[in-house]
């Protein structure tokens, strides 16, 4: 995605931002143990798990954003652009919880089955082609209607939702892997 993401960083507040409605709606199902965070930004998600016990492992690849993070107690960071080529290499976990909020990466999603410990909760959330259109634009980067209600093969479907709320149209999910 061709955006200066230190950039935005630089200029986005810290502290603003709750986390995303499913991560608010859901985090308290998912189990003890640590959580994975997707490309995280500023932590909004992992300051929530963080909150209730959880260790995290936010993944970033703004190294400003991740320089504004550093030092928080029970936060792991990893800078690695989920995009590149090669294959990545994320962390082998397995985590009690991942993250990947207002960030599409299909083949991603797909690939992220097995960091999960059984009984372990996959939540997603972002915009959907709809709010694309609304906006004039047109990316990869939006959910297509309807298209959350896939699991990734492995993970049971356990909560869906698609609609307008403040800010546009956004779908979110929550997958589990059986315990």
């Known amino acids: 995605m061709p955006r200066d993401w230190d950039r935005f960083y630089q200029r986005e507040a810290q502290e603003e931002r709750p986390p995303a409605f499913v ?3 859901y985090g308290p199902f ?24 959880h260790p995290v492992v936010l993944v970033e690849r703004s190294r400003e954003a991740l320089r504004r993070l550093a030092g928080t107690p029970g936060l792991r960071l990893l800078e690695l652009d ?8 994320l962390p082998p976990g397995p985590f009690a919880g991942v993250v990947m909020s207002y960030y599409v990466n299909r083949p991603l999603l797909k ?8 009984g ?7 915009f959907t082609r709809l709010e694309a259109r609304r906006r004039g634009r047109e990316s990869p980067f939006y959910w297509e209607e309807l298209e959350l209600l896939t699991p990734p093969e492995g993970l049971l479907l356990r ?9 546009g149209h956004r779908a979110w999910a929550v997958y589990a892997k059986e315990a």
């Open 23 to 25: 991560v608010r709606a």
């Open 30 to 53: 998912v189990p003890e143990g640590p959580v994975l965070d997707l490309a995280g930004g500023l932590g909004r998600n992992a300051r929530y798990f963080l909150q209730r016990g």
């Open 120 to 126: 372990g909760l996959l939540l997603v959330e972002g």
């Open 111 to 118: 690939a992220l089955p097995p960091l999960l410990a059984p």
């Open 159 to 167: 909560a869906f939702g698609e609609g307008w709320a403040a800010g």
């Open 82 to 89: 989920l995009e590149a080529d090669p294959p990545l290499r």
